[in-house]
């Protein structure tokens, strides 16, 4: 967990010094990414506030191929206004998209107003984003008359499309709470969703957990959802492996912490999130508190494992009088709280 944590610091002293540089950098490292248009992945907002929202991008050209945004850091544009033209500016920077965060821009944006409503978008060059709409949080205190909120999870790329993101960004919410399993980390390298399921291609690098991220956030669907309304998220399993536990996998792979380390490295990449932590409390005026949790970081290693893997287990036959107490007691468990694998 150190480890993971000494690579985000550094990570963001970088970021932090290449933002101190932006506008001394040479006019190459400002210019398009080699005149291909570089928004192909959206854009997103999250984490809202009543005076702040978090806006996201990342610059590529090509979903499945990291090669095609050139490896130098380039200066990005940011605007949010109060209409959809761009004519009423509420506040606009400039933001350094580093090759060491795979050219990912996560902009904190301050000294907005509450409870209003927002447009949003990015330039590199020439080339503009989609437009977002994003919103901040009802001042503290206040009573809203009502919450629109939608709620997603376990959007496996494999079992489907994304009719459901689809309805949500037609259904205009307030917010939008994704529970966790953002990608599955197996799967073709494909921007259509398959016709039947295809059990390959497991992400272990950093790299390939990139390339997972930018392969799901291209779906169009996806997209929209996005563009519709700011998200709170949190992660659950699949952002690195099937049911793993801090320190273990299935496979229980003697270098999982550095498997662990490269997954949650590309989650904060690929997320508008407002802090290098997932646990969060987000106020809605009086009217809700969102306890955003992290279920999978702070968790015990699983009590009742298979022989030999990690990971739950599930038992359903009755324990024999002589089984060990804690036995009994896993057998028990599992009855009583659906143990099992998801």
């Known amino acids: 967990m150190h480890d993971k944590r000494r690579?985000?610091?550094?990570?963001?002293?970088?970021v932090a010094t290449l933002a101190v540089l932006a506008p001394h950098?040479?006019?190459?490292?400002?210019?398009?990414?080699n005149g291909a248009y570089p928004f192909t992945l959206g854009v997103a907002s999250g984490a809202p506030l009543p005076d702040s929202v978090i806006l996201w991008t990342r610059l590529l050209p090509d979903?499945?191929?990291?090669?095609?945004?050139?490896?130098?850091?380039?200066?990005?544009?940011w605007e949010v206004a109060h209409d959809e033209g761009f004519t009423r500016i509420a506040a606009k920077g400039a933001a350094v998209a580093a090759p060491a965060l795979a050219h990912s821009v996560n902009v904190d944006v301050r000294g907005l107003e509450p409870d209003r409503w927002y447009c949003y978008r990015f330039m590199l060059g020439d080339a503009v984003s989609p437009v977002g709409r994003t919103r901040?949080?009802?001042?503290?205190?206040?009573?809203?008359?009502?919450?629109?909120?939608?709620?997603?999870?376990?959007q496996h790329w494999e079992f489907g499309h994304y009719a459901a993101h689809r309805h949500i960004a037609q259904a205009a919410p307030d917010l939008v709470a994704f529970l966790g399993d953002y990608i599955y980390e197996w799967g073709p390298y494909s921007l259509q969703h398959?016709?039947?399921?295809?059990?390959?291609?497991?992400?272990?690098?950093?790299?390939?957990?990139?390339?997972r991220y930018a392969q799901y956030k291209s779906d169009p669907d996806l997209q929209a959802a996005h563009h519709a309304a700011p998200w709170l998220l949190t992660w659950d399993d699949h952002e690195v492996a099937n049911d793993y536990s801090p320190t273990r996998d299935e496979l229980l792979s003697p270098d999982f912490v550095q498997r662990r380390a490269a997954a949650y490295q590309a989650y904060f990449e690929h997320q508008p999130l407002r802090a290098?932590?997932?646990?969060?409390?987000?106020?809605?005026?009086?009217?809700?508190?969102f306890h955003v949790l992290d279920t999978r970081q702070y968790r015990s290693i699983h009590a009742c494992q298979p022989t030999g893997r990690g990971g739950s287990a599930r038992s359903t036959a009755a324990p024999a009088p002589h089984?060990?107490?804690?036995?009994?007691?896993?057998?028990?468990?599992?009855?009583?709280?659906?143990?099992?694998?998801?």
Do not use: H
């Open 63 to 77: 979903p499945l191929n990291a090669a095609s945004m050139p490896p130098i850091a380039q200066q990005v544009r």
């Open 7 to 14: 690579l985000l610091l550094q990570a963001a002293a970088r």
């Open 136 to 154: 901040t949080a009802p001042a503290p205190g206040s009573m809203p008359a009502a919450l629109k909120l939608a709620v997603a999870s376990c």
């Open 276 to 289: 290098q932590r997932i646990y969060q409390r987000y106020d809605w005026g009086q009217l809700a508190r």
């Open 194 to 211: 398959p016709a039947t399921v295809l059990r390959r291609n497991e992400s272990f690098t950093l790299a390939e957990y990139r390339a």
């Open 25 to 33: 950098l040479p006019a190459q490292a400002r210019s398009a990414a």
């Open 323 to 342: 089984w060990p107490t804690r036995a009994a007691a896993c057998w028990a468990a599992s009855r009583n709280n659906g143990w099992g694998k998801d």
